[in-house]
């Protein structure tokens, strides 16, 4: 197989709406589908006979994207006992159904029963004039989430005479056609689609149409047709939610009954109508020469048109009936000739003193202004009929009122984020966003420590710790407002230290500097000093405070020895967090002529001790090393370095001391021993 498009004309004789998921009792048929769970054909037409051979209550043929059969389909089609669904591939590259130009049939036809294609796109080839897809009288068609492209041709894009159902689906038809045609005896359903064309967009034969949520635009050229309209007997329309576009010329909604005893009727409501300019053309447009035609409009908009309703009657009363909607020159027609019924309800308004002042109409924005009077103009309660959603599925009812018109006015949307923890005096950035329906969208934050800011990702610096909420409030230009909120934590970040160089040294006391930046959190430092890395000795302990700024430390030691080497660093605490500074050395000058040595051991600060935290050595000779170290305890003093020296007795017992017993040194002062062995 080679990849491509496919080239095919269908025609099939189906029996049966089928869903689109397969039950227990479906069998699925695979063109161009890696799928253990179905069967493989080699082209379309194989898989269609094999579904007509088929014994099982339905049938699936899945095709892969771009496939394309070995071999053109035979026309018509096998005869087909069950219903029959036709799946296309989505993403990138999906499925694609055409034919050559010189192909006299459509696209894709189906004589009776039931057809749905899924996830598939018809393709009409340049110039052809044949139509994209078409079903007979006793076929039922459904389009679900299909593409049909008959912009290249010069035919309608959907000729249906039996009975349609689409939904989710696209349909554009040739620059001077009709795009969708539709004149079955059955009822038939159009929802959520978009649909385009240029005589008309819908054109409704003897049928009983139903339609939700359509984008409809008519882009023929001046006076060239309607959006939607309806010249065969019988012809009956109930449209709402709707968006009709059309060009210069064109009416929006139009009926012609041209035989007697015939009736056509059309019901909109909640329908936004727009004029490509303001020609002459009416948005409504009751056409009765014969017959019996007929236009109710309810809780909608007609802006943009030169005038108001045209009313043309002949024996039979062409009428018009207008409830709660925006228009030009509602008080009477613009043109009533013949017999003509024309109402309207009080609540009827002048499009030129309502103006619905679109956000932004020239890229197809056609939400309402937030200054627009049609906002909030409709009653809170929804009529018998009356959908309780608008074009795009939304909510019909927000606040108290309604907007008239087929789009809601919705409260703006909401989306924000931060990270999930900070540190105190680091930027944190915020992520949000919004959308509005009434213009540009105004973002406000509050960081949850009484600061704000603006805009999509602004940044914000917390001076203390703790869990804080924020919020995002949305707002827009009508005042609406939505809100997206969050949490985040703030945690100190650990003091930083450093150390200076000492100065007032002396032969007993040295003066100790160095710096502290608490960085937002209570912070308190101190000096250990000692005659080894170990230190030994501490200074007092002094705050510094919880500020984001560097602060001097100092501390005074005195009791030192003279001419010793000490080492010493500075140690910030901040809570349970101690930060320990580099390791530093002085030596202290040496002792005057004449002058009693001192101990070399550590000594504390002459503001920071007492007699109570003081390590006085005691008497350790001729003690177990257990002993001497319980004794060293009590005496707040620690067991140094512990030798070992040969005897012939005091085995096991303290002989010599490296401190003399009744001196006292800071706490937690070193002893050493001699132990004899």
Known sequence: MSRGVIPLTLALVLTSVLAITASANATTFCLGVADPGCTAEGTLQNALNAAAADTQASSTIEIGPGTVPELQLQYPAPSLAHPVT???????DPTILTHASGDPHPVLECFGGALTLHNLQVRVPTGASTAGVTGDPSCSLTLDTVTVNASLGTGIAVNATGTLTVRNSTITAAPSATAVSIAPAQASTLSDSTITGATAVLDLGPAAVTAHRLTLSATGAANAGAAVQSGSPNATLAIDD???????????LHTISGSSGHTEAITARQITAVAGDATAAPPFWAHSDLGTSTISVFDSIASGYGQGVVLEGAGTAATIDLHHTALTSPASPAVATGTTSYAHSDDVLDIATHPPLFVAPAS?????????????????VLAPGESSTD???????????RDLGAIEHQPPTASASSPATG??????????SGASDAGPANLVWNFGDGATGTGASPTHTYAAPGSYHWTLTVGDTKGTTTSAAGDITITAVP???SSATPDGITATTVTLHGTVNPNGAATIYRFDYGSTATYGGQSTQAAVGAGTTVVAATATIANLQPDHVYHWRIVAVQGATAVYGTDQTFTTAPAPPGSQPTDPGPKTSKTTNNATNKCKVPRLTNKTLAQARKALTKAHCRLGTVKKRKMRTHHGRVVTQQRKAGRTYARNTRVGVTVGK
């Open 86 to 92: 036709v799946v296309g591939a989505t993403g990138n």
């Open 242 to 252: 709707s968006l009709i576009r059309t060009a210069s010329g064109a009416s929006a």
């Open 364 to 380: 197809g924005n056609f939400h309402l202004g937030a200054a627009s009077t049609l906002l909030d103009e409709d009653t809170a």
């Open 391 to 401: 074009l795009f599925s939304r909510p019909r009812i927000v606040g108290t009122r």
């Open 423 to 432: 540190k105190i005096g680091q930027p944190v950035t915020f992520t949000g």
């Open 495 to 497: 003091p930083t230290v």
